[in-house]
């Protein structure tokens, strides 16, 4: 029932920017916040960014000050706008969508398949 798609990893030097988009699609009654995750081989899966419905964020400390997250959730699209990147960010970035399907305070979550960002000279 719902489609999670992110777009806009690649390959960048060190202090360069990449702007991360994500948008679900599909059936549901709303979403309640978006964020995005991030794994690099031999860690776990980590928060990097996520954004509820008020607008309230949050960011893991490692890139306080580096990254933004926004939203346009009438779009169901949130993004990431990392600045100064540094090699310690590369991982695979995954989209997550707290969705619920009606009025009921019932939320799922839902994944996209990730996109690589890499951060090397």
């Known amino acids: 029932q719902v489609q999670v798609a992110e777009s806009g990893g690649g390959l960048v030097q060190p202090g360069g920017s990449l702007r991360l988009s994500c948008a679900a699609s599909g059936s549901f009654f709303s979403i309640n916040v978006m964020g995005w995750y991030r794994q690099a081989p031999g860690n776990q899966r980590e928060l990097v960014a996520s954004?509820?419905?008020?607008?309230?964020?949050n960011y893991a400390d490692s890139v306080k000050g580096r990254f933004t997250i926004s939203r346009d959730f009438a779009k169901n699209t949130v993004y990431l706008q990392m600045n100064s990147l540094k090699p310690e960010d590369t991982a695979v970035y995954f989209c997550n969508a707290g969705v619920r399907f009606d009025s009921a305070n019932n939320y799922f979550s839902y994944w996209g398949q990730g996109t690589q960002v890499t951060v090397s000279s």
């Open positions: 954004i509820t419905r008020g607008t309230s964020t």
